[in-house]
């Protein structure tokens, strides 16, 4: 099994390298399979996200770059990704909340590891371009709305939290770790950084883009009538 599990992992690892920031790999990809095939693609990817991650990272970063650079285009005959046909975009923008929560509780503060720091990395990635469209605290809000519902309230939130300690530790130095982190992703150190910096805040504030944030208990509306004065 755990053969198994590392075969999956190097496959998935190599085919978003071989994916990444690529318009017409990804659309010679997602065309070779049949709607049942990318389905099942699909299935594996979110049933298997410690394997699947760092493929899942890529789609993400190549889709974010698409964007950047269509935006940046000032050519009229420049051709635009078809972000309104591509399964890839559409999966994501129907799943990302919940692929979210999953990826920040994949791992435990007890399991995280260097095998598995990439799923933190991959969370990460969600959040900062959420951060930089001003929709971080409604990434987080939503993640607390659902341990709400599940009635587990904070136990996704403070298992990320405490899985960003190891983070900042494993970070901590410059080196090789740093480096391959920004070159695999084409985002500065310094994001990567800030955004901890952020979601791991203690402001007596509790602002809702820091992890900690835990909104006000409401009292129970009264049914009884308020007394006269």
Same mark, same amino acid.
Not at 55 to 76: G, H, I, N, P, T
């Given at each position: &099994? &755990?053969?198994?599990? #590392?075969?999956?992992?190097?496959? !998935?690892?190599?085919?978003?390298?071989?994916?990444?920031?690529?318009?017409? &790999? @990804? &659309?010679?990809f997602t065309d070779a399979l049949s709607d049942s095939q990318f389905r099942k693609l @699909?299935?594996?990817?979110?049933?298997?996200?410690?394997?699947?991650?760092?493929?899942? $990272?890529?789609?993400?970063?190549?889709?974010?770059?698409?964007?950047?650079?269509?935006? $940046?285009?000032?050519?009229?005959?420049?051709?635009?990704?078809?972000? *309104?046909?591509?399964?890839?975009?559409?999966?994501?923008?129907?799943?990302?909340l919940p692929l979210l929560r999953d990826l920040m509780s994949v791992v435990s503060f007890?399991?995280?590891?260097?095998?598995? @720091?990439?799923?933190?990395?991959?969370?990460?990635? !969600?959040?900062?371009?959420? %951060?930089?469209?001003?929709?971080?605290?409604?990434?987080?809000?939503?993640?607390?709305?659902?341990?709400?519902?599940? %009635?587990?309230?904070?136990?996704?939130? *403070?298992?990320?939290?405490?899985?960003?300690?190891?983070?900042?530790?494993?970070? /901590?130095?410059? #080196?090789?770790?740093?480096?391959?982190?920004?070159?695999?992703?084409?985002? /500065?150190?310094?994001?990567?950084?800030?955004?901890?910096?952020?979601?791991?805040?203690?402001?007596?504030?509790?602002?809702?883009? /820091?992890?900690? !944030?835990?909104?006000?208990?409401?009292?129970?509306?009264s049914t009884s009538t308020p007394p006269t004065r």
């Amino acid at each position: &099994a &755990a053969l198994l599990t #590392g075969t999956l992992q190097a496959n !998935f690892d190599l085919l978003g390298e071989l994916l990444k920031c690529n318009r017409e &790999a @990804i &659309a010679m990809f997602t065309d070779a399979l049949s709607d049942s095939q990318f389905r099942k693609l @699909i299935e594996i990817v979110v049933t298997s996200l410690v394997d699947s991650n760092v493929f899942l $990272r890529s789609l993400v970063l190549s889709l974010e770059y698409f964007l950047e650079q269509d935006c $940046r285009a000032a050519k009229d005959n420049w051709r635009r990704y078809p972000f *309104s046909t591509c399964r890839i975009q559409e999966f994501l923008d129907n799943n990302r909340l919940p692929l979210l929560r999953d990826l920040m509780s994949v791992v435990s503060f007890d399991d995280v590891s260097q095998e598995n @720091i990439c799923c933190l990395n991959t969370a990460l990635v !969600f959040l900062l371009y959420g %951060d930089s469209r001003g929709q971080l605290a409604f990434y987080l809000n939503s993640v607390r709305e659902y341990e709400k519902a599940q %009635d587990r309230p904070g136990t996704i939130t *403070s298992n990320f939290a405490s899985l960003l300690e190891f983070w900042w530790d494993y970070y /901590s130095f410059p #080196g090789k770790d740093r480096m391959s982190l920004e070159l695999s992703s084409g985002l /500065s150190f310094m994001r990567w950084r800030e955004l901890v910096k952020t979601l791991t805040s203690s402001d007596p504030t509790n602002p809702p883009t /820091s992890l900690f !944030f835990r909104p006000p208990t409401s009292l129970p509306n009264s049914t009884s009538t308020p007394p006269t004065r």
